[in-house]
Antibody, heavy 130, light 106 residues
Framework: EVQLVESGGGLVQPGGSLRLSCAAS????????MTWVRQAPGKGLEWVAN????????YYVDSVRGRFTISRDNAKNSLFLQMDTLRAEDTAVYYC???????????????????????WGQGTMVTVSS | ELTQPPSVSVSPGQTARITCSGDALPKRYAYWYQQKSGQAPVLVIF???KQPSGIPERFSGSNSGAMATLTITGAQVEDEADYYCYSADSNGNHWVFGGGTKLTVL
């Protein structure tokens, strides 16, 4: 059974830092791009960042670039989000998510396909407030 | 940017259509997620028109021109939820969600 379990959320003051973790199980973690998505209370979903299988490529939404850092440890099947200089507008549920990967029987290789998300964790709440 | 209508309302058994417009959609796949209150999102359509296993056949998708559409044929009360489209920008490196559509079935 595929599982993504986030942890590390909580209450932090503006300007503070938090490190979110996501423990993956039930699939071969090193095959997939991984993504962080957030949802402010009562609002829609917002893509935050993603990371390539080997960590060599990372992309961020403009509002967090320079403040947040996505990383992964394939040996420990874990994804991370280091969040610094937090602002009130960063208050949200943060979801860890797995991007699609498909098996190509013709080439006998895994490939990313379209790159969207196919599985989500249950989320961890981050509240930035004084 | 992806644009969705804020709300769609249908009676049970009717067809619900939720649209998603964006400039990059002619070049990028669309994905659709269902989110019920207090729960994590669930993938219902991937790569424009493909169904994940376990998703009822009444869910279908299309992508033509600069608009993707999620269609629920014979909507059920249990389909009431927020629906989000998702796609990449023209470079394929940054991703964006539509603003979400609240589907009411009653």
């Amino acid at each position: 059974e595929v599982q993504l379990v986030e942890s590390g959320g909580g209450l932090v003051q503006p300007g503070g830092s938090l490190r979110l973790s996501c423990a993956a199980s039930g699939f071969t973690f090193s095959r997939n791009w991984m993504t962080w998505v957030r949802q402010a209370p009562g609002k829609g979903l917002e893509w935050v960042a993603n990371i390539k299988q080997d960590g060599s490529e990372k992309y961020y939404v403009d509002s967090v670039r320079g403040r947040f850092t996505i990383s992964r440890d394939n040996a420990k099947n874990s994804l991370f989000l280091q969040m610094d200089t937090l602002r009130a507008e960063d208050t949200a549920v943060y979801y860890c998510a797995r991007d699609t990967v498909f098996w190509d029987s013709h080439t006998s290789a895994w490939y990313r396909g379209g790159g969207g998300i196919d599985f989500w964790g249950q989320g961890t709440m981050v509240t930035v407030s004084s | 940017e992806l644009t969705q209508p804020p709300s769609v309302s249908v009676s049970p058994g009717q067809t619900a259509r939720i649209t998603c417009s964006g400039d990059a959609l002619p070049k990028r796949y669309a994905y659709w997620y269902q989110q019920k209150s207090g729960q994590a999102p669930v993938l219902v359509i991937f790569e424009d028109d493909k169904q994940p296993s376990g998703i009822p056949e009444r869910f279908s998708g299309s992508n033509s021109g600069a608009m993707a559409t999620l269609t629920i044929t014979g909507a059920q009360v249990e389909d009431e939820a927020d629906y989000y489209c998702y796609s990449a920008d023209s470079n394929g490196n940054h991703w964006v969600f539509g603003g979400g559509t609240k589907l009411t079935v009653l």
